[in-house]
């Protein structure tokens, strides 16, 4: 117990968050082993993975450096693509299929990391609404530009047209990739809970030791007072769009992993578009904005919300916006901030142990 009160906080909070995932990540295989899991929720287990780290991503940027982005799913949607692209054209030419995903995953992330450098260049420059609607212009012209879009490959490589499939001109053995608003068919289903699950702890270090990092304060400092920050000699631009970028990777990584995980990939309104970064921007603020685990539970709960609900039908979504204000109350009315001040979860603990060394 000595040792443990000697680690610092964020270490203790580390550990704890991480050995949480393991549990339930174990929890989840013996589940499956044993054939005590329904299929619906074996379905979930992936999505529930990389919905967090589009929660914890994005809660760098809105919590963290304190900027508010609507554009996270168009990152999402740019490693999706760039890494769906790289896997079906590959698909029988690389013999290792972990090998070929990694690639997949690194791509997905560095497009994504790429676009995130190029927008956020210009609109971190911006602020507040601004700063929100042209992050979300830019989701919208990447879901538009890749529906329009046609790559195709065969003996004498890549063929690109915006016009239709037949302006390919491919040849007798070509394959089309990317068939405008059909997307991409036939991506190898390479994403596998375990692998979601390891690239979310992953995701989660790799936020938290940048919070709790030198670079980490200095993006936090920019966010309480950019004047004072800039005052001391912090490089304003440099640490925002290290924070944006760093985000925007991530969300691509989560994109590969949806990617994968599904046998067709269409850039709809529904998997890119608007309701999709609204909704991570929900986990967001519901999980606590700038607390990374609230992030992680509030996207798991509300993933798993609307599908136990089903059964309820017409009442299924009135539940869930009921739920959702039911949060916001708990995580932002001053008095509920004040009780969970006051009734932590170890202060609870030492009260049930005082009341049973009392009854014994």
Same mark, same amino acid.
């Given at each position: 117990?000595?040792? +443990?009160?000697?680690?610092?906080?964020?270490? #203790?909070?580390?550990?704890?968050?991480?050995?949480?995932?393991?549990?339930?990540?174990?929890?989840? &295989?013996?589940?499956?082993?044993?054939?005590?899991?329904?299929?619906?929720? &074996?379905?979930?287990?992936?999505?529930?993975?990389?919905?967090?780290?589009?929660?914890?991503?994005?809660?760098?940027?809105?919590?963290?450096?304190?900027?508010l982005?609507?554009?996270?799913?168009?990152?999402?949607?740019?490693?999706?693509?760039?890494?769906?692209?790289?896997?079906?054209?590959?698909?029988?030419? !690389?013999?290792?299929?972990?090998?070929?995903?990694?690639?997949?995953?690194?791509?997905?992330?560095?497009?994504?990391?790429?676009?995130?450098?190029? @927008?956020?260049?210009?609109?971190?420059?911006?602020?507040?609404?601004?700063?929100?609607?042209?992050?979300?212009?830019?989701?919208? @012209?990447?879901?538009?530009?890749?529906?329009?879009?046609?790559?195709?490959?065969?003996?004498?490589?890549?063929?690109?047209?915006?016009?239709?499939s *037949?302006?390919?001109?491919?040849? *007798?053995?070509?394959?089309?990739?990317?068939n405008?608003?059909?997307?991409?068919?036939?991506?190898?289903?390479?994403?596998?809970?375990?692998?979601?699950?390891?690239?979310?702890?992953?995701?989660?270090?790799? !936020?938290?030791?940048? !919070?709790?990092?030198?670079?980490?304060?200095?993006? &936090?400092?920019?966010?309480?007072? #950019?004047?004072?920050?800039?005052?001391?000699?912090?490089?304003?631009?440099g640490?925002?769009?290290?924070?944006?970028?760093?985000?925007?990777?991530?969300?691509?990584?989560?994109g590969?992993?949806?990617?994968?995980? !599904?046998?067709t990939?269409?850039?709809?309104?529904?998997?890119?578009?608007?309701?999709?970064?609204?909704?991570?921007?929900?986990?967001?603020?519901?999980?606590?904005?700038?607390? @990374?685990?609230?992030?992680?539970?509030?996207?798991?709960?509300?993933?798993?919300?609307? *599908?136990?609900?089903?059964?309820?039908?017409?009442? #299924?979504?009135?539940?869930?916006a009921?739920?959702?204000?039911?949060?916001?109350?708990?995580?932002?009315?001053?008095?509920?901030?004040? +009780?969970?001040?006051?009734?932590?979860?170890?202060?609870?603990?030492?009260s049930?142990?005082?009341?049973?060394?009392? *009854?014994?």
């Amino acid at each position: 117990m000595k040792k +443990w009160n000697t680690i610092n906080k964020s270490t #203790r909070n580390n550990i704890i968050t991480i050995g949480v995932i393991v549990v339930i990540y174990a929890v989840c &295989q013996l589940m499956i082993a044993a054939g005590a899991m329904s299929n619906l929720m &074996q379905g979930l287990l992936v999505p529930l993975c990389y919905y967090s780290i589009l929660a914890i991503s994005l809660n760098l940027t809105v919590g963290i450096l304190g900027e508010l982005s609507l554009g996270h799913a168009g990152f999402m949607c740019v490693g999706a693509f760039a890494g769906a692209f790289f896997s079906k054209s590959t698909q029988n030419g !690389i013999g290792s299929s972990f090998v070929g995903f990694l690639i997949a995953l690194l791509l997905g992330a560095i497009a994504a990391a790429l676009f995130g450098a190029l @927008i956020g260049v210009v609109v971190l420059r911006l602020r507040g609404d601004y700063l929100a609607i042209v992050t979300l212009a830019f989701g919208e @012209i990447i879901k538009n530009v890749i529906n329009v879009l046609y790559i195709g490959l065969d003996g004498k490589g890549f063929h690109f047209s915006m016009k239709d499939s *037949e302006a390919l001109n491919l040849e *007798e053995n070509g394959t089309i990739i990317i068939n405008g608003a059909k997307g991409i068919t036939g991506t190898p289903k390479h994403t596998t809970f375990t692998i979601a699950a390891l690239l979310l702890i992953a995701a989660y270090l790799i !936020i938290s030791n940048l !919070i709790h990092s030198r670079s980490g304060r200095a993006i &936090q400092a920019i966010r309480d007072n #950019r004047i004072a920050a800039e005052s001391v000699g912090i490089d304003i631009t440099g640490f925002k769009l290290l924070a944006f970028t760093l985000s925007a990777a991530m969300a691509g990584v989560a994109g590969v992993l949806y990617s994968h995980n !599904i046998s067709t990939l269409v850039a709809t309104p529904k998997n890119f578009g608007y309701n999709m970064s609204i909704m991570i921007l929900v986990f967001v603020v519901l999980g606590g904005i700038g607390n @990374i685990r609230g992030s992680i539970i509030a996207a798991v709960i509300l993933t798993l919300l609307p *599908e136990y609900l089903r059964f309820l039908q017409d009442y #299924r979504m009135l539940i869930y916006a009921i739920v959702l204000i039911v949060i916001m109350i708990f995580n932002w009315n001053p008095t509920c901030i004040a +009780w969970r001040k006051n009734h932590s979860l170890r202060d609870i603990l030492h009260s049930l142990t005082g009341k049973n060394k009392k *009854e014994a």
